[in-house]
C-alpha cells in the first residue's frame, strides 16, 4: 500500500490560487494512476481531477475544467492540483487518492488509497 501526504492548503481570496501537493511513501507512486477529490461541509465527497500513471491522459470534472490542472512527478513521487480562479464554492477538504490500474475514473470506489486531507477555503 501506497501512504499519502496532502499540503499546501489554506485560506486564500476569490480569484486566487493555490497548489496542493500529495506525497507518496512506501510505494512508488509511478504504479498508480491517481485523482483528487473534494468534500464541502454537508456534501458528500466529489470528484476533482485524475491523471494516468505517466500523466499522459486527464479528466476533470466540469466544475474545475479550466481553472485546475492536475500534474505529477514521479521522479519525486509527488502529484499536484494547481488551483486557479479559486472560488468560494471550491472550499472543501480536499483529498488525494491512488487507484493501482491505470486509466481515468472519476469513481471514488475504484481507488484504493486515501490521504487525509487538506483544508481550502475561499473567500468572497
Known amino acids: 500500500q501506497v501512504q499519502l501526504v496532502e499540503s499546501g492548503g489554506g485560506l486564500v481570496q476569490a480569484g486566487g490560487s493555490l497548489r496542493l501537493s500529495c506525497a507518496a511513501s512506501?510505494?512508488?507512486?509511478?504504479?498508480?494512476?491517481m485523482a483528487w477529490f473534494r468534500q464541502a461541509p454537508g456534501k458528500e465527497r466529489e470528484f476533482v481531477a485524475t491523471?494516468?500513471?505517466?500523466?499522459?491522459?486527464?479528466y476533470y470534472a466540469d466544475s474545475v475544467k479550466g481553472r485546475f490542472t492536475i500534474a505529477r512527478d514521479n521522479a519525486k513521487n509527488t502529484v499536484y492540483l494547481q488551483m486557479n480562479s479559486l472560488k468560494p464554492e471550491d472550499t472543501a477538504v480536499y483529498y488525494c487518492?491512488?487507484?493501482?490500474?491505470?486509466?481515468?475514473?472519476?469513481?471514488?470506489?475504484?481507488?484504493?488509497?486515501w490521504g487525509q486531507g487538506t483544508q481550502v477555503t475561499v473567500s468572497s
Open positions: 487518492a491512488a487507484r493501482f490500474w491505470d486509466g481515468v475514473t472519476s469513481n471514488e470506489y475504484a481507488y484504493d488509497c
Open positions: 491523471l494516468t500513471r505517466s500523466g499522459g491522459d486527464t
Open positions: 512506501g510505494r512508488t507512486l509511478s504504479s498508480y494512476a
